[in-house]
C-alpha cells in the first residue's frame, strides 16, 4: 500500500508541470513600450492583442510585429 502512494504521488509530481503550458503576452507599458513577456503582465502593464496570451514565443512575436506599426499603441519596442 506504502509503495502505491508513493508511486501515484511521483506521478501526479511529475505530470503537473507538464500540462502548465506557458504563455506569451503582447504587453505595453505605462511609458508606452510594447514587448513579449512569458507569463502574463504585472503592474503597470496591460496585455495586446489576445489578452489571455499566447501559446508560443513566435505567434506573440508575430502579434507584437503588427502591433508595433500603430503608434497610438506602441512608441517603442524592448526587445
Known amino acids: 500500500m506504502k509503495q502505491f502512494v508513493v508511486a501515484s504521488a511521483l506521478m501526479v509530481g511529475l505530470t503537473i508541470p507538464a500540462f502548465a503550458a506557458e504563455k506569451y503576452f503582447v504587453t505595453v507599458d505605462t511609458v508606452g513600450n510594447c514587448s513579449v513577456l512569458e507569463g502574463p503582465p504585472s503592474a503597470g502593464q496591460t496585455a495586446l492583442g ?22 497610438s499603441k506602441c512608441k517603442g519596442v524592448v526587445e
Not at 62 to 69: F, I, N, P, W, Y
Request: proline share 0%; glycine share 10%.
Open 50 to 71: 489576445q489578452t489571455g496570451g499566447y501559446d508560443s514565443k513566435d505567434a506573440a512575436e508575430t502579434a507584437l510585429k503588427e502591433v508595433r506599426t500603430d503608434a
